[in-house]
């Protein structure tokens, strides 16, 4: 966020001032970053702190002035001008989210979906392309075509994830089967399921909780001590939550402190409403670090992404979710919709960064279309941001409205994730409507 009197920005100081924070910005490494600006002359104070070594160096690169030139006094500024004015500039980096698409394993377990290994490919490829940083394939050793998916990792940049249960009880990770298949497949990161409701520790495992503990904290150990990026998925971690907390957390503590990168918290029944999310995620991420924990929403109650955005606003930092919403029942959190959001929108696009850049956002509506056409199916006219209806109207007034600046009824640009603006004509564009009609 830069402010900046908007007179002064028509008279180039602003100009000026974005031109050095962006130098600033390079001279510490950084790619992207934000600056808050305040401009004492001009009263504005929206910063606490302020940067010595900012305006050192604003100083330095603005040809041996702190303060841009600025022919005329603004209104309002004391006498003296700008010569006099203090400059306060804080430098803010924005903190990275992690996209984790699990497309190729929760999404194929849609109803009627089957991907073949040419599929997989594939979709590993674009989901590569687009800037996400982890894919998961599937369940090596669980079925031939993930064991031979599995036989050589198909993405270039993005880090490839292997699936399966943790150890069992009673035997060590060493010995245990499915731990070995996720050992010998061919991934940087091994993402463990593993149980934290109580109820399910019991009933499902028939194990004591301590076990069940041990389990996590010895599958964990066993893929860091291989080389590999661990990461514990907490299934039914907000039932479980909501249920016994204390034993919930402990899961995904005793996960994070054998070495995992990420405990991910899971609305596995997909039934936690956003409220709740915010609340449980802001409690957990009290006491275990944020960018340390993920989350892995459900859709059925169709708020799968809102629940996403609420635990990223709660503290969580890495972001699962599935091309077009894929994923048994309701499906899974739409990656589709939830990263022009991140991207492009307000609080999320101002405070985060994600690997998906500009040119990659451009490619989303194929990449969208491209997933339908593998599986299909027509895709969703009315799919946000890259459905064919997302920036159509025929409405009149909308129209004309549109004609003369498309921003009076379009959220963003339509081009930014690679869909088209469609006028559509039709017997309400024929009708003359009133400058005071309108449609909510
Ligand atoms: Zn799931």
Redo the contacts with the bound molecule.
Sequence with gaps: MLYVDPASARRGAATALLDAIERLAAARGAKRLTADVSDTANRYSNVEASSASAAIWLRSTTNGSATPPCPKRLPGQPPGGRDNASLKVKIMARERLYLFD?TL??GA?TTGVDFSIEDKRQIAAMLDALGIDYVEGGYPGANPIDTKFFQSKPTKRARFCAFGMTKRPGRSAANDPGVAALLQADADAIVFVAKSWDYHVHVALGCSLEENLECIADSVRAAVAAGREAMV?C?HFFDGYKANPSYALKCARVALEAGARWAVL???N?GTLPDEVERIVGEVTRVLPGERVGI?A?NDTDNAVANTLAAIRAGARQV?GTLNGL??RCG?ANLVSLIPTLALKGDFAERFEIGVNETSLRSLTKVSRTISELLNAAPDRHAPYVGASAFATKAGIHASALAKDPRTYEHVPPETVGNKRAILVSDQAAVRTSSRSCTA
């Design positions: 699990t394993r929760d377990l998925d299934e899971c609305d596995t997909g892995h459900h699962q994923g048994e899974n």
